[in-house]
């Protein structure tokens, strides 16, 4: 038998048993989670899950993965969805992953942002928030950042270092990459 091959199979055992932890745990803080979470490191939670996270089957938690959904927010991770490493996800509203969504390394998505009223310090700024969503089978690759409003379409590839802001508007399977995210073609 292939040494490789026999460390791969402990490998994703092991990330199932995280899985299946970080599942009771979700649970035991009244969260929705489906069957095959696989977790490869604990992510970090910036406040304690209250019902407000939901994950389907099969979801995939990457390395030094952080969520932030305060009281008010909620995060949903539909089935399949795939998280490698380094992602911040952070909700005052919504944020939503579709069905075979895959997020890069280093990205960062956040429903919310600091007002910018003249003589208020930026940690006294009110927040203003809207839900995001990146439907079925989009790609947010390295380094892009997601703010508020944000709707991607189905299959859309948003390219490396993007930034979205909430009046960025996509079509189903285009390729997006520049600042501004400019439509450089469709998937085929």
């Known amino acids: 038998?292939?040494?490789?091959?026999?460390?791969?199979?402990?490998?994703?055992?092991l990330w199932l048993l995280r899985g299946l932890l970080l599942k009771i745990y979700l649970m035991l803080h009244g969260c929705k989670v489906g069957n095959h979470l696989?977790?490869?490191?604990?992510?970090?939670?910036?406040?304690?899950?209250?019902?407000?996270?939901?994950?389907?089957?099969?979801?995939?938690?990457?390395?030094?993965?952080?969520?932030?959904?305060?009281?008010?927010?909620?995060?949903?991770?539909?089935?399949?969805?795939?998280?490698?490493q380094e992602i911040l996800i952070s909700s005052r509203s919504q944020v939503c992953l579709e069905e075979y969504v895959s997020i890069a390394e280093y990205v960062s998505i956040r429903d919310h942002d600091h007002s910018l009223k003249k003589g208020v310090f930026l940690p006294f700024q009110t927040h203003t928030s809207e839900p995001i969503l990146i439907k079925k089978g989009s790609g947010i690759l390295r380094g892009a950042s997601i703010y508020r409003g944000v709707v991607v379409e189905d299959g859309a590839i948003i390219g490396s270092e993007c930034i979205l802001m909430r009046n960025f508007k996509s079509?189903?399977?285009?390729?997006?990459?520049?600042?501004?995210?400019?439509?450089?073609?469709?998937r085929f």
């Open 1 to 13: 038998m292939n040494l490789a091959y026999l460390e791969s199979g402990i490998r994703r055992k």
């Open 38 to 84: 696989y977790c490869k490191q604990w992510p970090i939670f910036r406040y304690i899950p209250d019902k407000n996270y939901e994950l389907g089957n099969n979801v995939i938690i990457g390395y030094r993965i952080t969520f932030e959904a305060d009281n008010n927010g909620k995060i949903i991770l539909n089935d399949n969805v795939n998280l490698t």
């Open 171 to 186: 079509v189903p399977d285009g390729i997006y990459f520049g600042n501004p995210p400019k439509l450089i073609g469709k």
